[in-house]
């Protein structure tokens, strides 16, 4: 079990492009030992992000930006490891 906080979040035009939140997680893994210098790994993790809103405006003629978003990640990795 993991979780995190963002860094400092962004002001001016990038922030309405990259929507930060706060954020936990989780992780499991395997290793089966397929010979006694050979090892198969699988590994699964999520993130939960929390939702937010965007209502900003960065110039009075470019418009307003409004929307809301809900975030999630899910990471899957494979490997072998070999040992001499």
């Known amino acids: ?8 979040r962004a002001s001016g035009p990038s922030a309405r492009r990259i929507p930060d939140s ?3 997680g989780f992780g499991i893994g395997y290793t ?3 010979f006694k ?3 198969l790994q699988a590994a699964y993790s999520h993130t939960f992000f929390a939702s937010g809103t965007i209502n900003q ?3 009075p003629t470019s418009g307003t930006l409004r929307g809301s978003y809900n ?3 899910n990471s899957v990795s494979l490997g072998a490891r070999v040992r001499f």
């Open 1 to 8: 079990m993991g979780s995190g906080r963002p860094p400092k």
């Open 22 to 24: 706060d954020r936990y």
């Open 32 to 34: 089966y030992a397929v």
């Open 37 to 39: 210098n050979i090892g």
């Open 57 to 59: 405006t960065t110039s």
């Open 71 to 73: 975030v999630s990640l």
